[in-house]
């Protein structure tokens, strides 16, 4: 079953030591779909940007723990995709950001 690129990938992620990544080392970071795989997510990034993809590592997020006043609760987790570019590869996504 072949899914939609943009059903994989659900937003970029811009933080602090995403951009310092993709300054030294040409990765971006995406948040995508819990049951994404590897394989998955290589050939949504590569279809849905038009760029090249050397390597793609992913992390599950674990959810934080809230409280509000007695009430704990419990915030959901998440799938992390830190994929590395080829060289000579960039993203205008995150130039313009």
Known sequence: M???PFDVLVKPL???K???LQEQANRVAFLVKKDATKIEVR???ESALKVK???VN???VMGKKKRQGRF???R???KKAIVTLREGEKLELYESA
């Open 2 to 4: 072949k899914r939609d």
């Open 14 to 16: 811009l933080t602090e």
């Open 18 to 20: 995403i951009t310092g």
């Open 43 to 45: 050939k949504a990034v």
């Open 53 to 55: 993809v050397k390597s």
């Open 58 to 60: 992913v992390m599950v």
């Open 72 to 74: 704990l609760g419990k």
């Open 76 to 78: 959901p987790d998440w």
